[in-house]
């Protein structure tokens, strides 16, 4: 079913609410290149604290939506609304100040520098005289073990070229990189693809303890399996529409392909 | 894993560890082995202070241009005009400031030459990082036609050495202590930049993954021009003390340099991939190939003519270093031990 129609607070979902107050919300908004609609009158909300998935197949717009919320692209039509103020952005890093952080599927990561130069590029700490400042090492990586080690729990040496890193350890790395600016809400493209089974375990239980301290996580994902066992919310998009939003709990792999798939569920 | 198997991990971690750091630094146990060995094939070399203060200033030269190469190498580009600039730029001002018959002889104000030599070189290197950066064009292309354009235009101005030029000008270059003090100043000041500014940071970003340097916020197009204008100062600031060093300008100068420039850096642990090495380690790779070049210079069993080949040689054997060093990493990063 299409949210075309309906509100987003009234947005039909299959039981009740997730709990959480809503961080983010989305209210009709399209995006169109040239003559193609890339997506078109999507209303949803995510809550506070929550894990919202994003899936949808190849061209369904998640993406386009994912660029829209980040700042990359600016919609056609529609509000979006951050803590229940109308915001707009023109660029990722009014994103950025609004508390919106977003780790890309490449990671973004320079695999020469070590991971508190990686977390801190372009944000080092910095100390120094007047206006002359430098960057100031012993904060950097005082505080980049910080985030690796008390906010991810993991203890991974931060002077470590990223180069050495699993795929796991690169992707807590990108994590770490959102949580230096210390965002509200973190986007996350497809966090897990690519990823071995243990990796992809390290990442969903980063991913959980992020979202019990209250940081609301948004995953972008064509893999429904990937997300089905620690979303908290799964909205389906569907040739640049939201089909519907889902509790994992009450609705089951096969439901979420054909949905993801024709665009509509039979049972 | 048995406790037994998690040692032995352990160690052969700890092995790894030691041979990247090795690899890291491999310059310094080089130029040991060199000095060592110079020493005791060339004496000659190192006969007294006077002649290791002539390798120091003779390295101020090529020492900056090595600075400049280095620059563009960890931004993961690499210019092959610096000696161009360096020549173009020198000879240039020579023309303007010279007394020379066939100089133009436009003013003998050394400050104003100063400026014009920077100017010169400032202005190559940015167009260079123009090209590069915001057109787009490849960086071998773009400055191997550099080179070629302003060796043509420096040999198209003057045939001959350039004289009479002002003693304040030349004696930037042919006082030994001031211009070994300059071109140490240059190594701590872009040593310091590289490693405490967000400017530094963000070279070994680019050199590291333009896409990701992109992606994290770096303005990578001004970056490169920015890399490519100072590469083009420190060429001129070479230029200008190719020119004290002779105390004319030569009509040759400046030709042939960037192939030294290439060994100093990437002999120094200067990635030709960008992203790694530190400029103490390109430090050392101007003292090696100085102190190659006057053993060369020095021994009895390679003439003059036999140089520029040498040359070539210490190029291809730094080359042949870094490849090998570059599959040593790969090969322990594949192992994952580390």
């Not at chain 1, 078109?40 to 386009?64: C, M, P, Q, Y």
């Not at chain 1, 372009?122 to 002359?132: T, V």
């Not at chain 2, 240059?186 to 970003?205: D, P, R």
Request: a negative charge; hydrophobic letters at 45%; glycine letters at 12%.
């Amino acid at each position: 079913m299409s949210l075309e129609e309906e509100s987003p607070t009234t947005s039909t979902t299959k039981t009740e609410q997730a709990t959480g107050t809503p961080e983010l919300r989305v209210e009709g908004i399209s995006k169109q290149f040239g003559r193609i609609l890339a997506v078109d009158e999507v209303s949803l909300e995510v809550r506070s604290g929550n894990i919202f998935a994003l899936v949808g197949d190849n061209g369904a717009g998640k993406s386009t939506l994912m660029n829209i919320l980040s700042g990359v692209h600016q919609p056609t039509k529609g509000n979006l609304y951050k803590g229940g103020e109308e915001v707009s952005f023109t660029n990722p890093s009014e994103a950025r100040a609004k508390g919106i952080e977003t780790v890309y599927q490449d990671l973004a990561l320079m695999d020469d520098l070590d991971i508190g130069t990686n977390i801190f590029m372009g944000q080092f700490p910095k100390r120094g005289i007047g206006p002359i400042k430098f960057i100031d090492w012993e904060t950097t990586y005082k505080r980049a073990e910080h985030i690796i080690a008390d906010r991810l729990g993991r203890n991974i040496d931060i002077k470590t070229e990223v180069e050495f890193l699993s795929g796991g350890q690169r992707q807590l790395v990108a994590i770490g990189r959102a949580l230096a600016f210390d965002p509200d809400v973190i986007i996350l493209d497809e966090p897990t693809s690519a990823l071995s089974v243990d990796a992809t375990r390290l990442v969903q239980d980063t991913l959980n303890t992020l979202a019990e301290s209250g940081i609301t996580i948004i995953i972008v994902s064509h893999n429904i399996e990937s997300v089905l066992t620690h979303a908290d919310r799964i909205g389906v998009l569907f040739q640049g529409s939201l089909v519907d939003t889902y509790i994992p709990s009450e609705t089951g792999l096969e439901e979420l392909n054909e949905v993801m798939t024709t665009g509509f569920s039979s049972s | 894993m048995s406790t037994t198997e998690s040692l032995l991990g352990i160690a052969s971690a700890d092995r790894d560890d030691i041979i990247l750091t090795v690899l890291d630094n491999m310059i310094w146990p080089i130029l040991a082995v060199v000095i060592l060995g110079i020493f005791l094939t060339v004496p000659q070399t190192f006969r007294n202070a006077q002649a290791i203060r002539l390798i120091l200033w003779g390295a101020v030269p090529i020492g900056l241009l090595v600075l400049a190469e280095s620059l563009c190498l960890l931004s993961g580009h690499f210019d092959l005009s610096i000696g161009s600039i360096a020549g173009f730029s020198a000879m240039f001002t020579g023309m303007v400031l010279g007394t020379c018959p066939s100089c133009w002889g436009l003013t003998t104000n050394p400050w104003i030459g100063f400026g014009l030599i920077f100017l010169i070189g400032g202005s190559v290197g940015f167009i260079n990082g123009v090209m590069i950066g915001k057109v787009g064009l490849n960086p071998f292309l773009q400055t191997l036609a550099f080179l070629i354009i302003f060796q043509g235009a420096k040999t198209a101005m003057q045939t001959q050495p350039v004289t009479g030029l002002p003693s304040t000008y030349t004696q930037v270059g042919a006082s030994p202590v001031f211009a070994i003090a300059v071109f140490l100043s240059m190594f701590l000041l872009l040593g310091f930049i590289l490693k405490y500014t967000t400017f530094g940071q963000a070279v070994y970003a680019l050199g590291s993954s333009k896409k990701s340097a992109r992606e994290v916020g770096i303005d990578t197009e001004r970056l490169i021009i920015a890399v490519y204008t100072m590469s083009g100062l420190l060429s001129a600031l070479a230029g200008l003390m190719l020119t004290g060093f002779v105390g004319v300008v030569p009509p040759l100068i400046g030709e042939g340099l960037v192939f030294q420039a290439f060994a100093g850096a990437v002999i120094g642990g200067i990635s030709l991939f960008g992203g790694r090495g530190m400029i103490t380690g390109a430090l050392g790779g101007v003292i090696l190939i100085q102190v190659v070049q006057s053993a060369l210079n020095n021994s009895p069993a390679v003439g003059a003519t036999q140089i520029q080949m040498v040359n070539g040689i210490v190029l291809l054997v730094a080359i042949l270093l870094y490849s090998t060093q570059e599959k040593i990493r790969a090969r322990i990063l594949a192992s994952g031990s580390v």
